[in-house]
């Protein structure tokens, strides 16, 4: 088709230097050799990288534009980052802030395959925030961790995730649990006439993630948590595109950080929570709030909903869930800023209002309905 | 078990900013929840984090080390990876230097196959460095990059990498270049008595990573060259693990520098290039040159080399192996500070000695044993 797609960069150094960097950006992440190695014709007029734009924000900042041969990435998600931030992530001073790919490739990735409204047919909330709440920490045992699913369910909460660093251990077996919790939310769901949706964490390696979530499936999960940074991308993208188990996918950002967080490096929060979640797959990504423990701006924050919501015709909207800090008192000002297609993800705070988890919970819906 | 692993960090604040980090990491990379919460008795006892050592070094930076208990890794990969830098990848100021893991939990991740004697044996080549060549960039098609490989091999030169660019694309789909190129050094080794090993790239998607391993075995390959920063590190330790193809690992650091190159956040070099991807089963691991074009300090390559030779009861010795700067003019200081058991990699550099392939391996061979 020889389509090109664009990446936009912000470079740190002089208006000397990042003209070079540019300049060097557009070959390493193509062709990879000097200019005076590459033949002319196709490798130079089309392989290489090409310096679409470029402007000087400032005396140490640029903003460049680089479009590079679709071909290039070959149909892989695995090499549309590698084109994206490969070899150049082990040079400094360069930030990737945006991607704009043509149709056909969107296509390819596909990108969620619930989104926000598939995802809400299936937790039978068709509007308003939801809340979500997490069984934790590591090192409980199975039935302790069914009993608080079961407190949290019956208060009414919309969703039940493990936390990330709920894996498979002695003290509690993937199985075992998957199915106690199971058990214990359809109860709940069967006394409460709701629809409490339980999402077991499956990051694993490549062939025992898909066991997991066959399994999750099987034992009444509604949605499955990974962590893509851990398991690699193109893990959530197979199991998106799978057809069994055909659940929603929940993402989590840990291990991640440091691509995000730096300044001057890495790719921005936005992109990759957002854009780049989504196009694997992700129909929820989790993201840190602003002002809890994580180093998350406001601006990363708004990015992140923002690139998760944006209309795109062909990929389908996914669900930003906010957590890490979330509380009983700035729920209502969040909820005002950033409205009604979120879910607020409540994970000590949820324990911490008192010992009654239920009431915890519809303590939490008050607020919430008070503010809609 | 009951027995404890230690991480090492070094932390970026004033000694009481870093007091309060390090108590912060055990129990986010644990408990995930505020003390309060945490009940007494086991969870407390052992699941949370221990601060072991803590050490101001000077009013910006302390040294901590923090043990875990054993079992909260599950014999699983990507949860080491998110005990050791998991969620507080997402916090500032953190910097993984060290760690330190018992044997059961080495055992299990079994390292390198081949290690550097293996990869040394499938060479025939029982001493002495080793060169590598790489055929690119990606847009040459199939057969010219065949050509290329059978120039180098011609030559003498002991190992042709695909660039990590080259992946299955229109202009050169995986299975004719692997075919292609094999033949292509089959043909040139037959000539030369000699055992030049061609390593294809087989960074992909889980299963279609497996698929191009077999293939590559089937039509020649004599090692293969994965990308675990877009693969995951379990792709590379499943091909590491699994009984087919049985060829040696060589993995690539491209989209990992961001989590090694700042100063104050990450994973230092030797321990992501150096240890983890010897757990995970590399039998090379290719580093960038400092004084390249990365973004490599000296202290980096050093300590990586070192990481990939310490020896190790447990775990066999992995080769690292140097590229992106070399040339005719350093590879003599290099070889001299280094030693033999080394790689040395050429990307553009053997391309441009001369426009004579053959003579360019044979030049730096010279070069090498009027140092040896």
Known sequence: MNTRFWVEYHLT???????????????????????????????QDEILGRVEDLKVLNDQTSYVKISYLTESIGNELTQLMNVLYGNISLW?????????LPDPLKAYFAGPRFGIRGLRDRLRAPVGPLLMAQVKPMGRGTHELAELAYRFAIGGIDLIIEDHM???QTWSHFRDRVFAISQAVQRANSKTKG???????????????????????????GALLVSPGLTGFDSLQRLSQNRRPGLPIIAHPTFLGSLMLSPNQGIVPGLLLGTIFRLAGADCSLLPYAGGRFGFHEEDCQSVIEHC???????????PALGGGITLENLPSLHKKYGNDVIYLLGGQLYGISADLPENVRQLRRVLERET
């Open 309 to 319: 919501q944006q209309a795109d015709l062909l990929l389908k909207r996914s669900m």
């Open 13 to 43: 150094g002089s208006p000397k230097e990042t003209e070079d960097m540019a300049k060097g950006i557009a070959i390493e992440q193509s062709v990879g050799l000097p200019l005076q190695l590459v033949a002319s014709g196709f490798l």
């Open 166 to 168: 709920v894996t498979d």
């Open 195 to 221: 629809n409490c949706v339980y999402v077991p964490n499956v990051t694993s390696s490549p062939e025992e993630l898909l066991l997991r979530a066959d399994w999750a499936s099987r034992y009444g999960a």
């Open 92 to 100: 400094k001073g360069i930030k990737v802030i945006g991607i704009e």
